[in-house]
């Protein structure tokens, strides 16, 4: 009673149903990597109309910047009086 013999069903090493390491390391990356593509298109219907937005904000802050330094000395239109 209560004795368990190894020849009467499945070893050990049949019943571990767990991947390797690496297998599972693998598969949190995968799984990662969708959920984070998922998060980047969730709620947004045009992926690409938001990346040229996204770009053009870009570059108008480039813009902004640039004129900033450059145009520390004043405007460039003046008004004239005589």
């Not at 004795?3 to 069903?9: E, K, L, Q």
């Amino acid at each position: 009673m209560g004795v368990c013999f190894s020849c009467c069903g499945q070893s050990a090493e049949e019943t571990n149903l767990m991947p390797s390491p690496e297998e599972r390391r693998n598969q949190q990356l995968e799984a990662a990597e969708r959920r984070r593509q998922e998060n980047e298109s969730r709620g947004v219907k045009n992926l690409d109309k938001v990346r040229r937005q996204q770009q053009r904000a870009l570059d108008l802050e480039r813009r902004e910047e640039e004129a900033a330094r450059q145009g520390d000395n004043g405007p460039n239109l003046r008004w004239q009086t005589s």
